[in-house]
């Protein structure tokens, strides 16, 4: 199945040639020919949908981990189904085998900020899938909770590298037309995983043992997402990178970038694979990205604009149906989805303060209010956060401005989840939802004024026109 059309807002970059920048910044006289026409990428359906799913299993083995390891607790708890004779953990114990992983995927994110750009999107997936199935495996053998402990902190590195570069690499491997939905449905993923990691565990919690074998059931899982990725082929936007960037042969590279976007896109691509091989370079010349990256350049000119959208975008995702954003993404926009979607969380946040502080006589209201906060984050934050983080960064900036992104995404995550009973102790649930609905209006302030729309643009046009 091949799909192809064409959008008359779209360009030729062929029709650019290779203009050298010093800045990296597009000025008036020589802002890229965005008036033109651009064919849109050929493909073939079943060849964009592996290099998805693949890499989209590490969101899945995060969700699975988040899903288990509440019924994980409980069933390591039992003096008679744990199995174990130190089942007498304190609270802090259980803190650190549900939180180990929080912590390995804060140092996960800290290395993909330093090695992403080296090793490229797929051997990191590699070497995530490998550390999945080392941190799954450790912790369903662990004899002794300190082992128990290494082995959530091992699987949680193994989900801050999956997290960073899974988005990444799907971005530059999918057709422009489905890149939204695609990156989105990652989210999907991560939500099913959930639900997988809850309903197992509900079966497993009454079995001794049980836990080892809902933590084991990630090995097979990080097998088939290793064996998968290994078989796919390396992004072909990293290749030219390092083409532009003197990493390589320039001629090889750009062979292997040809071969790689002819398996991406499969038969349908027929031989105009060199042409948009050719095109890409041309950009990534135009628009500076030949240059290797310094750390001072992340906080600086359009660097420093992505950056403020993406540690913006997750910074909020945490304090604040996948189904309909992955089908309607890439119709209606980011920007509608993030601005309707948050506009009816912060009320369900108000509804819920509301509740807590004066109205607990109408339970109904409560859940109604919950229901519609957890679909419209899952048709807004959910999804678009991280579909956004992937497409808005320079190329050569990308790696690190991502793994900055994860880092805050995870540090955020964190703090929220280590605040909240303290504060509510404190505060009271009423006044700390409505707190979170007044976080939820500054979201849309940020999201109205900051975040542009990428709707059908290549990751190319997006960094030339947007930053």
């Not at 001794?208 to 078989?231: D, F, H, K, N, Q």
Request: aromatic share 10%; net charge negative; hydrophobic share 50%.
């Amino acid at each position: 199945m091949a799909s192809g059309s064409s959008d008359p807002e779209q360009f030729t970059l062929s029709s650019l040639g290779k203009v050298g920048r010093s800045s990296g910044e597009i000025d008036g006289a020589q802002e890229l020919l965005i008036h033109g026409d651009r064919i849109f990428e050929k493909y073939s359906l079943l060849s964009a949908i592996l290099p998805f799913l693949f890499p989209a299993l590490g969101g899945l083995l995060y969700g699975y981990d988040i899903g288990s390891t509440s019924c994980a607790t409980i069933s390591i708890e039992s003096a008679t189904l744990s199995g174990i004779t130190w089942y007498d953990l304190s609270s802090v114990d259980i803190g650190l085998i549900t939180s180990g992983s929080l912590y390995g995927a804060l140092i996960g994110s800290v290395l993909a900020f330093n090695v992403a750009d080296f090793i490229g999107r797929r051997r990191e997936l590699i070497v995530a899938a490998f550390l999945y199935f080392v941190g799954a495996l450790v912790t369903a053998l662990a004899p002794y909770f300190v082992v128990m402990v290494i082995g959530r902190f091992v699987y949680g590195i193994g989900i801050g590298l999956a997290m960073h570069a899974a988005p990444m690499y799907i971005a530059e491997t999918a057709p422009t037309q489905i890149r939204g939905q695609l990156i989105s449905l990652k989210e999907f993923f991560i939500v099913l995983g959930m639900v997988v990691g809850y309903a197992g565990g509900s079966l497993l919690v009454d079995t001794v043992s049980g836990w080892r074998y809902m933590y084991g059931v990630s090995t097979p899982l990080a097998v088939i997402m290793g064996i998968g990725i290994w078989w796919l082929p390396e992004s072909p936007r990293w290749l030219l990178l390092c083409a532009i960037q003197g990493k390589g042969n320039i001629q090889d590279l750009k062979e292997s970038a040809i071969c790689c976007l002819c398996r991406l896109r499969g038969e349908a691509i027929g031989d105009s694979a060199p042409e948009q091989v050719d095109e890409i370079l041309d950009e990534l010349s135009y628009i500076g990205d030949d240059k290797e990256v310094r750390i001072a350049e992340m906080f600086q000119g359009k660097c420093l604009k992505a950056l403020t959208i993406g540690t913006g975008l997750v910074l909020f995702q945490q304090l604040i149906m996948t189904g309909v954003a992955v089908t309607v993404v890439d119709r209606v926009g980011r920007r509608p989805l993030l601005l309707g979607g948050v506009s009816v969380m912060a009320i369900s946040l108000f509804l819920l303060g509301s509740y807590y502080t004066f109205l607990d006589n109408a339970p109904v209201m409560a859940v109604v209010a919950l229901l519609l906060y957890v679909g419209c984050y899952q048709m807004s934050f959910g999804p678009i956060g991280w579909l956004m983080i992937s497409e808005i960064f320079p190329l050569r900036l990308r790696g690190r401005g991502l793994g900055i992104a994860v880092l805050v995404n995870f540090g955020a995550n964190a703090l929220v989840t280590f605040a909240f009973s303290p504060l509510k102790a404190l505060l009271g649930a009423g006044i700390l939802f409505f707190i979170f609905g007044g976080i939820a209006i500054l979201s849309l302030v940020f999201i109205y004024f900051i975040v542009p729309e990428t709707k059908g643009l290549s990751l190319e046009e997006i960094e030339a026109k947007l930053l």
